[in-house]
């Protein structure tokens, strides 16, 4: 099946992979095979192939495999499977069983995930996969800033990192980035001003400037140095861009970072708020003041998750006026931990309070970044983990 599969694949479209998949499961006893990718919001799951199908990620037995990433029966002898790009969840793989339900699973799993790669593998060419993931139109900003994200969720044994922004078809002036590099993982958040196309390119620059300058080795203050000049020369210093840049050691659990007018990160440990991680904070990118920033410096504890985000999600306020604050955030991320979802389900649950608090119309981008280090969510982010 999977070799098949494999060597059909090299001269397929995006358009072609559904019926492909259904046609090589089919080889191992997996029949009516059917993928359904998660929209941008994971609110629903669209079928990829045939029609319009939606299923809900909330109240489903295919939404429960995407939520917590396992195979699940979705009555008689249908399965679900979750489709995962590493640990990047992509959608869910259903398919009709045989009469031996352990060999199922495994098959199961196992054509899960080599979809899941060739879904990735074709999606860059195809605009197919823009349109299945979209319940509506998207913004120019939006455009500009989604296709500069990498996938917002990543795990290694000795860390986990998830994003998530909103609003989703909105977003303006918000951007995470993370890469890794020998015993370094870099982590930045940035904030850029205002939320028109302006914002969406001013942080356009601040992502390319940081990668540019950090993939030469440079140090934190000077990346953030660096994207301070960018910004300025770009827009007259009439733009300007809040940001975190961090950096941490996964094989000591050193974290380090440096605050360009930013809101500062969350410790949470052991399933509440330990502390804010302040740092002398220096002004914001874009205004070239000269003034360096300063790095910090945090040992983290096994299991200690680290938050990164913009004001958005904190400042975000009901229609009297009530902020949704820190405790709440903190709160419903601690919470989501302590039930058992994986890293991302819980960063897809604080969006959902986020956007409900203000009725689904966020006034700023709000956007979080999590970080754990050597925890427990690195195992409940892959299949059968």
Not at 25 to 52: H, I, Q
Not at 94 to 113: C, F, H, K, N, Q
């Amino acid at each position: 099946m999977l070799a098949g599969l494999l060597e059909a694949s090299h001269l397929a479209t995006f358009d072609g992979l559904a019926a492909l998949v259904a046609r090589h499961g089919e080889t191992a006893g997996l029949t009516d095979a059917a993928l359904y990718l998660a929209d941008l919001r994971e609110e629903n799951l669209v079928r990829m192939g045939e029609g319009d199908e939606r299923l809900a990620v909330d109240g489903t037995a295919a939404g429960w495999a995407f939520r917590n990433v396992e195979v699940v029966t979705g009555g008689r002898s249908w399965l679900w499977a979750p489709m995962l790009d590493g640990t990047e969840r992509l959608g869910v793989l259903g398919a009709t069983a045989g009469e031996d339900p352990t060999e199922a699973v495994a098959r199961m799993r196992a054509l899960a995930s080599l979809a899941a790669l060739l879904i990735v593998s074709k999606r860059p060419h195809s605009d197919t996969y823009a349109a299945l993931a979209r319940s509506r139109p998207m913004s120019l900003p939006a455009e500009v800033v989604w296709p500069l994200m990498p996938p917002l969720t990543f795990a290694t044994k000795d860390f986990a990192v998830a994003a998530a922004m909103e609003p989703a078809y909105d977003i303006g002036g918000d951007a995470v980035d993370y890469a890794q590099a020998p015993d370094l993982l870099h982590l930045s958040v940035f904030d850029a001003m205002g939320h028109d196309q302006s914002a969406g390119l001013t942080v356009a620059v601040a992502v390319g400037a940081c990668r540019n300058t950090r993939r030469r080795g440079a140090d934190l203050p000077e990346i953030a140095d660096a994207v301070d000049v960018a910004i300025g020369r770009q827009f007259g210093r009439e733009r300007f861009a809040t940001g975190l840049l961090a950096r941490l050691r996964p094989s000591t659990g050193v974290l380090t970072w440096v605050n360009r007018g930013h809101p500062p990160p969350l410790l949470l440990r052991q399933g509440r708020w330990l502390t804010t991680l302040r740092c002398p904070p220096a002004p914001p990118m874009g205004f070239q003041f000269g003034i360096p920033a300063k790095d910090c410096r945090y040992q983290l504890e096994p299991g200690d998750r680290v938050l990164f985000y913009t004001d958005g999600i904190t400042e975000a306020r009901d229609d009297e006026g009530r902020e949704f604050g820190l405790r709440r955030f903190a709160d419903l991320v601690t919470r989501g931990a302590a039930d058992g979802y994986p890293a991302p389900e819980t960063l897809r649950r604080l969006m959902r309070a986020v956007l409900d608090h203000q009725r689904g119309r966020l006034q700023d981008d709000a956007t979080v970044l999590m970080l754990e280090w050597r925890g427990d969510q690195r195992r409940t982010l892959t299949l059968g983990g």
